[in-house]
């Protein structure tokens, strides 16, 4: 039992160092510098800031979308209130998004979009940031 309990232990540990270890993107919202993870999978994308409980102040989750058409997004099982930008295939804000912890409320973006950016909720008003405004570093 307690070797089952430790390989168990040892296993979600790697998982964890793994998880972290991955390279976050360098992204600009202006002249204000982010860090995100990126979503690209389906899996990824589908799992997306779940179950998270917190959420550095520079950090955000950018997701890439396979087709370039109006996306949705929701909250279940994630705990934080977050903001979402919608991004256009440039990387042009198309629609900006307050979402709510835990609500299951299906949020789409106004105008097709190709990537979608979490961060915490309130950070895009803080740093006066709007539909209209250039997100660069995003990879190809």
Not at 94 to 121: G, K
Request: proline share 6%; net charge negative.
């Amino acid at each position: 039992m307690r070797t089952a309990l430790l390989s168990s232990l040892v296993a979600l540990a790697g998982f964890a160092t793994a998880h972290a270890s991955e390279p976050l993107l360098d992204l600009q919202l202006g002249a204000t510098p982010l860090k995100a993870e990126y979503a690209r999978s389906p899996d990824e994308r589908a799992r997306g800031l779940m179950e998270r409980t917190e959420l550095a102040a520079d950090r955000g989750m950018l997701f890439r979308f396979g087709d370039f058409r109006r996306h949705c997004l929701w909250m279940k099982d994630t705990p934080l209130p977050l903001s979402a930008a919608f991004m256009d295939e440039q990387g042009r804000i198309v629609d900006i998004l307050d979402l709510q912890p835990l609500d299951t409320t299906i949020r789409c973006s106004r105008e097709p979009a190709r990537y979608a950016l979490e961060v915490n909720q309130g950070w895009f008003r803080q740093h006066r940031l709007e539909v209209g405004d250039q997100v660069t570093g995003i990879p190809d």
